[in-house]
Nanobody, 129 residues
Framework: QVQLVESGGGLVQPGGSLRLSCAAS????????IGWFRQAPGKEREGVSC????????FNMESLRGRFTVSADNAKKLVYLQMDSLKPEDTGIYYC??????????????????????WGEGTPVSVSL
């Protein structure tokens, strides 16, 4: 049974940083895609970043490049989302999601063209003074 568990969320002041972690377990293969998504209050969920552990290729949504970075520790089955220069509009619930279908570029999972198979419960991020 696949489980994805997010951690690392919290309250941070504007300009601060947080590193979110996604612990993956239960995948039948070492090759999978993990995506980070977020949902701000009153808004639709949106894709943030993704990484394909089969080749460590990654993708960040253009509006977040330079501030958000996704990485993976394949040995520990952890995927990280480093978030720097945080802004109040980054507030929301951050989810990691996964699939073992690595035949597509992971960006396709961020924009909703492809569906993830597994989702975590989310971790809250609040950016305010």
């Amino acid at each position: 049974q696949v489980q994805l568990v997010e951690s690392g969320g919290g309250l941070v002041q504007p300009g601060g940083s947080l590193r979110l972690s996604c612990a993956a377990s239960g995948f039948a293969t070492d090759n999978y895609v993990i995506g980070w998504f977020r949902q701000a209050p009153g808004k639709e969920r949106e894709g943030v970043s993704c990484i394909d552990t089969s080749d460590n290729s990654s993708f960040n949504m253009e509006s977040l490049r330079g501030r958000f970075t996704v990485s993976a520790d394949n040995a520990k089955k952890l995927v990280y989302l480093q978030m720097d220069s945080l802004k109040p509009e980054d507030t929301g619930i951050y989810y990691c999601a996964g699939t073992t279908d690595t035949s597509y570029q992971c960006a396709g999972y961020l924009d909703g063209f492809l569906d993830m198979d597994y989702w975590g419960e989310g971790t809250p991020v609040s950016v305010s003074l």
